[in-house]
């Protein structure tokens, strides 16, 4: 690259920031460089403190075992699309000679998950969101958004959600229901319990279910002053239901059937699609959707607390670390933590 003015050793000395410099001269656009640095310090961190080696020096094995630590964390589609990113930095720096191989190459050849080509997902800030959730007038519409973007939850999670689920401390609700929490949230008011057991087609809770929850273990998630807004917003309109199972979200046309991921995935799109949101035809990157919802989530409550535990342990994300330190210590620690850095969604 003898057109620029860096030094000869700028990319010995930081590769990964010779890279990013390099796709700004290319014009991409500043979303797209954060995404790629995000992924490529993420890997030099993995490669430096579990592998002891360095982006220059690290071999096949050191990428598949960093391509393997993602699968914990990460949809399929989306370990690939970061394996490709890596991939991408390799074969850049190899072609300007920079570095003299790419021992990515043939992992990500190897990957049979599809890959996402545009790293880059719609940027929404919070200050847009809340005049989303503010738009809403339905309570339903309020308290399943409200509840996506609060817990991270995915959308056949939330549907699968019974009353006996939630616990809040408030005597309206309490008198009005005469179903007893789980006996997991005993001693933790104001919180929901996502559980990892329910399986499209299996009976759970004495009903057939229609979704799946892809958690890999339980978790009992905090519910702000905001949240519990918006849920005793919707218990107080909430329509019976003949489900022995007492579902805590419901259709209100269907009347009484638990609400599902195709009715709350529409009810997204057409919210969305009046703010320019959302395209039919349009890529996970552009399109504002239940998932984006958890992407939503998790970025800005990992930015805002810099703790990647706490917010794997309420993603319901399997890992040693997360079981020992917040399991077991969840009204220190992730209440605590989650308190004061979820965002607010209401005026």
Not at 60 to 83: G, I, N, Q
Not at 267 to 275: G, L, S, T
Not at 313 to 334: C, F, K, P, Q
């Amino acid at each position: 690259m003898s057109s620029d003015n860096r030094t000869d050793e700028s990319a010995a000395v930081d590769p990964v920031a010779y890279f990013l410099q390099d796709m700004t001269f290319h014009g991409r656009t500043e979303r797209t460089r954060d995404a790629y640095e995000r992924v490529l310090r993420d890997f030099e961190q993995f490669i430096e403190t579990r592998r002891g080696t360095t982006l220059d020096a690290a071999d096949r094995r050191a990428c598949m075992a960093w391509v393997h630590s993602l699968r914990d964390e990460h949809a399929p589609s989306t370990v690939a699309s970061y394996a490709s990113y890596v991939h991408r930095f390799y074969a850049y720096m190899t072609q300007v000679g920079e570095l003299e191989s790419n021992p990515m190459a043939l992992v990500t050849e190897e990957m049979d998950e599809s890959i996402d080509t545009d790293p880059a997902r719609r940027d929404v800030s919070v200050p847009e969101m809340r005049a989303f959730v503010t738009s809403l007038s339905h309570p339903l519409e309020r308290a399943l958004v409200g509840t996506l973007l609060k817990t991270g939850m995915r959308v056949g999670e939330c549907c699968n959600l019974d009353v006996r689920d939630l616990h809040l401390d408030d005597d309206e609700v309490q008198a009005a229901f005469d179903v007893p929490h789980r006996g997991r949230l005993e001693g933790r008011p104001d919180s929901v319990y996502v559980s990892s057991e329910p399986a499209r087609g299996e009976v759970y809770n004495g009903e057939e279910r229609n979704a799946s929850n892809k958690r890999k273990r339980d978790t009992v998630v905090p519910v702000d002053s905001e949240l519990k807004r918006l849920l005793k917003a919707w218990l107080a309109v909430r329509p019976d239901t003949t489900s022995a199972a007492e579902p805590l979200f419901c259709s209100t046309s269907e009347w009484g059937d638990r609400a599902t991921p195709s009715m709350v995935r529409s009810m997204v799109a057409e919210q969305a699609r009046e703010r320019g949101w959302y395209r039919q035809g349009g890529d996970s990157a552009e399109n504002v959707t239940p998932h984006y919802f958890r992407h939503f989530f998790t970025t800005h409550l990992r930015d805002r607390t810099g703790d990647r535990g706490v917010v794997k342990y309420l993603r319901g994300d399997v890992a040693s670390d997360v079981i020992d330190t917040y399991t077991h210590n969840w009204g220190d620690r992730v209440r605590t933590v989650y308190e004061a850095n979820i965002y607010q969604l209401l005026p």
